[in-house]
């Protein structure tokens, strides 16, 4: 396997896609997202999957815990959830996107995958549930 260098930055600003995986190691997975206002991505649980997330462009909100605990997220926050920590990540915006990336260890997405809107998450997901 090939080492990756990217600036993580630009390439996070510039995706409009919902979810693209961009790196897929055997121990780790990088991947960038874009929540268009008043999105989110759903709360949901990685059982064996520890989630660091890092905002460069918008405000937000991350709900994690059994409490539903938030915490207020803007451009240069990072946030780490670990492996069976409830969570959700909203775009409270009504006009701007919220973009991020996440590395999630170990990886949680089939390699290359692209989402380009949630719905399409959200449909992949169920298929891979069957």
Excluded: W
């Excluded at 909100?61 to 909203?90: C, F």
């Excluded at 775009?91 to 949680?108: E, F, G, Q, R, V």
């Amino acid at each position: 396997m090939e080492s990756y260098f990217v600036s993580i930055e630009e390439l996070t600003l510039k995706n409009s896609y919902f979810r693209e995986v961009l790196f897929t190691g055997k121990h780790c997975q990088l991947v960038v997202m874009n929540l268009i206002p008043g999105e989110e991505i759903g709360a949901e649980v990685h059982p064996k999957v520890d989630q660091f997330f890092r905002v460069e462009k918008g405000e937000g909100r991350v709900v994690e815990g059994e409490d539903d605990e938030e915490h207020k997220v803007k451009d240069g926050d990072a946030i780490i959830i670990p492996a069976g920590t409830k969570h959700n990540v909203i775009n409270d915006s009504k006009t701007d996107d919220l973009k991020l990336y996440t590395i999630y260890s170990p990886p949680n997405h089939p390699d290359g995958t692209i989402h380009k809107t949630k719905s399409e998450a959200e449909i992949a997901e169920s298929q891979q549930h069957e």
